[in-house]
């Protein structure tokens, strides 16, 4: 890997690192208001309905300008979001400006791996990043908790600017201006990212044009043999990711007595795992064998009901980071593939927007339910059974549906999975 890509890196550590500690921070506006819990995970609603609605635009957007430039822009945005915050708008409503900034990210975060790098060495790539965003989670998480601290955010609301009146009063307050400094030192970084030299494609000036390029560009990809199915993993995936990130923090107050600010730091332990199983997967899994981790989906959704049984400290941190590696072991070769597939369907920047618009419409739901199931007076121990059932039983039926390709589309599954074998350098086995 060359100086650009590690550019490229920093880039995506710093605006990752600020997300993660803004989530914490608005968290702790919301409970500041005395919001009820489950309002909590609408955070994350607002946050991801961005990516949903604009999908098809932010990925043609992508593709038009320089990856790098786009990334500045949606920087830019986060900040905006951040302002809005101090500014008094509510959480929910200034959380959803910077997912505007989070969507139109996104796209040229993963698009510009595809056009920098050669594809034999995109699972490598996907496991840098995705161990460094994974890096980014549990010090963003660590970084939002340890702001909210009395002490540091003691030593903040005392820091005193001469003639200026700040308007900055509470902890949470605090920890949102420190974090707009950190998305600007990853808006810095946007502007050294290289240009890779690709042709810009046509961006059509009529908006309906561009839905209707969206709309084939997803079709392309769920009819591709296997796309569709690398898409329906990623798409599952993520959206259960984002639910068991609240049922950490609502599981950890009740099972192990954690305030918000050890909870979050429970879920960067959740993350060391996922980071773990992230580089095991770069090392191992070869681009054409991705399709063989399904399973471990499977077993991820099992053995998240274990939680129930835990109410030890030590036994919730082994936990979390065993299924913390499944993760990471089980998603990363699976949006490698789903890259490697886009890339050549419809262009790496409209292949993301696909990736997004599908995956955080399954977020919404899920997290929908999530709250729905809280605000009926469910226990946090039977989402988790729920929840745990859910990804087991989805995952069964996504194993099924490769199954069946594979028997029934042989020789097209054979030379797709042929194709992912000629470019990546690492031998492939025969029982692929």
Known sequence: ???GFYIIMAAQFFSSLADNALLVAAIALLMQA?????????LKFFFVASYVALAPYVGAFADRLPKGQVMFLANSVKIVGCVLMLWGLDPLAAYAVVGLGAAAYSPAKYGILTEYLPHRQLVVANGWIEGLTVASIILGTMLGGVLLHGT????????????????????AEAAIALIVVVYAVAALFNL??????????????????????????VRYLWRDRLGQISLAVTTLFWGAGATLQFIVIEWARSALNFDLSKAAILQGVTAVGIAIGAVLASAWISLDRSVRVIPLGIAMGIVVIAMVFVDQ???AVGLMILIGAMAGFFVVPMNALLQHRGHHLVGAGRSIAVQNFNENTSVLIMIALYSLLLNVGHSIYYVIVFFGLFVAGTMGLVQLWFSHNRRVHRDE?????AFARAEDPRPARKDT
């Open 192 to 217: 050294e990212v290289p240009r890779t030299g690709v042709t810009l494609k046509h961006f059509p000036a009529d908006p309906l044009e561009t839905l209707r390029d969206f709309g084939r560009c």
């Open 152 to 171: 540091v955010s003691g030593v903040l609301l005392h820091l005193d600017f001469p003639f200026i009146d700040t308007g900055i009063d509470t902890p």
């Open 313 to 315: 400290v030590w036994l």
């Open 413 to 417: 599954i054979e030379r797709l999975l």
């Open 1 to 3: 890997m060359n100086k």
């Open 34 to 42: 005395d919001a009820p819990s489950w309002l909590t995970p609408y």
